[in-house]
């Protein structure tokens, strides 16, 4: 990325003692600080929870979302059986699912989390993990009764899910 690149220059450029040199390294430094600012912004996109289109729940609480992830809410309300879609190991969406709504730190304490269910017998297996947002967003579209936590952004104005409103989230 344009920061890697940049901090390589200036290391060059220091050992160049020009004058004219210490004002293209401040020049250089400012715009690496810039496109890392910018890098973090990207990254950082709103996610939202989705649901599929035929879902007629418009609003859930952070807890009731917390309890659908840990398996102490199986079913929507007249809408039929939950099915949790987990977002992408690594991406961003699992690290606001992991920190905003579970209360975890790394992924490693979600799958004990999970085994942890089965073994007490309050899920039987861990829920479906798709490989990309965009299956994520297909999955929903395509299951009744199926959740999944995304990028608002990835979301195409023609999807076939809906978002839910979830205070706090």
Do not use: C
């Amino acid at each position: 990325n344009f920061f890697h690149l940049f901090s390589m220059i200036l290391l060059i450029f220091s050992y160049l003692p020009i004058p004219l040199l210490e004002t293209i390294k401040a020049f250089l430094l400012v715009l690496s600080l810039l496109f890392a600012l910018s890098d973090a912004d990207a990254a950082s996109g709103r996610v939202v929870i989705i649901v599929n289109q035929n879902n007629s729940v418009e609003e859930l609480s952070l807890s009731t979302l917390k309890n659908i992830y840990v398996g102490n809410v199986k079913a929507w309300s007249g809408n039929g059986k939950t099915f949790v879609i987990l977002p992408p190991p690594g991406s961003a969406e699992m690290q606001a699912l992991l920190t905003n709504v579970l209360g975890l730190q790394e992924e490693d304490d979600l799958s004990r989390m999970y085994l942890k269910l089965i073994f007490q017998q309050k899920i039987t297996k861990i829920p479906l993990t798709a490989q990309t947002i965009e299956a994520a967003v297909t999955n929903v579209a395509s299951t009744e009764g199926a959740l999944a936590i995304v990028d608002e952004a990835s979301l195409a104005p023609d999807a076939k899910v809906r978002r839910l409103i979830v205070p706090g989230l």
